[in-house]
């Protein structure tokens, strides 16, 4: 299940008592601080935390592409990524 919030919208639900998720991911898109849209997946247990940065192929203002190739990071394809540090 994907839910977008908007910060007014998030707030509200966070505070209700009935919203019970067991896991899940929030999110937010930020404009990408150098050319490329990158992400950094952080997966944490009381035993390890593993760090894993994704960087998009393509120049965030480059109008030959569309968003979506140009924002994509874990959730697209191997080859529209590079993996960081």
């Known amino acids: 299940m994907v839910i977008f919030h908007i910060i007014v919208k998030l707030d ?3 505070d209700e008592k009935n919203n019970i998720i067991e ?5 937010k898109f930020e404009d990408p601080k150098g050319e490329h849209n990158f992400m950094i ?4 247990s009381p035993k390890i935390c593993t ?3 994704k960087i998009n192929k393509h120049v965030f203002n480059d109008m ?3 968003i979506y190739e140009k924002a994509v990071t874990f ?8 993996s960081g540090n």
């Open 12 to 14: 509200k639900f966070l």
């Open 23 to 27: 896991d899940g991911i929030l999110q």
């Open 41 to 44: 997946r952080v997966v944490w």
């Open 51 to 53: 760090f894993e940065k």
């Open 75 to 82: 959730d697209g394809e191997e080859f529209q990524t590079i």
């Open 64 to 66: 030959r592409f569309n």
